[in-house]
């Protein structure tokens, strides 16, 4: 069974500093996505990273994937208010059932 | 405006009620899925499905029904609802599934389900 975990689960952090979200998963995958969910909101996709070494950045967010490591890390560069949110990434197995499975997500609280 | 939109928004009921979730999707994609969200489990996939008429379990499908005789609707069924049932339920589409698919899935904006 896959397992997604996300460290830490919770993380305040003043506005301008540096952080990094992690996303490890248990099995063979290059497929794996980022999501952002603001409180009592829908989830929406912010990254979709399909093969290892992939690197795509948005604005203050950078996602990279290292498949043999079987890790993700989501960081935020000189934190703003507005990236408060809970951040959730998901995999795709290579094998077996297909589907996409959450990690339990980090919610992130940016302090001014 | 294309999308996908989920009724109704929050839903009170009791036990042993029976309750219907609606989703319906406007971008024509082929696959459609069911998620609940709770703390501390993220989100897990309760069904899915390909195509209308072809549905498949996922990983929490006890104590829940779907049908999809339109490609555009996708709607949820509790037949009994228990109080382990009260979630905030959020219906997904995309292009493709699994690795067949680049896109990844696009969220409604949920159904918070209460029952007492």
């Known amino acids: 069974e896959l397992k997604v975990e996300q460290n830490p689960l919770f993380l305040s952090m003043q506005e301008g500093k540096n952080y990094t979200i992690y996303c490890n998963y248990s099995?063979?995958?290059?497929?794996l996505y980022w999501y952002r969910q603001d409180p009592g909101k829908s989830l929406e996709s912010l990254f979709v990273?399909?093969?290892?070494?992939a690197v795509k950045q948005e604005g203050r967010l950078m996602a990279s994937l290292d498949t043999k490591a079987r890790l993700s890390t989501l960081h935020i560069t000189a934190a703003v208010h507005d990236l408060s949110a809970t951040y959730f990434c998901?995999?795709?197995?290579?094998?077996?059932?297909?589907?996409?499975?959450f990690g339990t997500g980090t919610r992130l609280t940016i302090i001014p | 405006d294309a999308g996908i939109t989920q009724s109704p928004r929050y839903k009170i009921t009791e036990t042993g009620r029976q309750v219907t979730l609606m989703c319906h999707q406007t971008?024509?994609?082929?696959?459609m899925f069911w998620y609940r969200q709770d703390l501390g489990h993220g989100l897990r996939l309760i069904y899915y499905?390909?195509?209308?008429?072809?549905?498949d379990k996922g990983e929490v499908p006890d104590g829940y029904v779907v049908s999809r005789s339109k490609t555009e609707n996708f709607p949820l069924t509790l037949e009994s609802a228990t109080r382990s049932q009260t979630s905030v339920y959020f219906c997904?589409?995309?292009?493709?599934?699994?690795?067949?698919?680049?896109?990844?899935?696009?969220f409604g904006d949920g159904t918070r389900l209460s029952i007492l």
């Open positions: 997904a589409s995309s292009e493709g599934e699994g690795r067949n698919s680049n896109q990844p899935q696009h």
């Open positions: 099995t063979t995958s290059d497929r």
């Open positions: 990273l399909l093969s290892n070494g």
């Open positions: 998901a995999v795709i197995p290579n094998f077996g059932n297909e589907k996409l499975t």
């Open positions: 971008w024509s994609h082929s696959y």
């Open positions: 499905s390909a195509a209308a008429d072809i549905t």
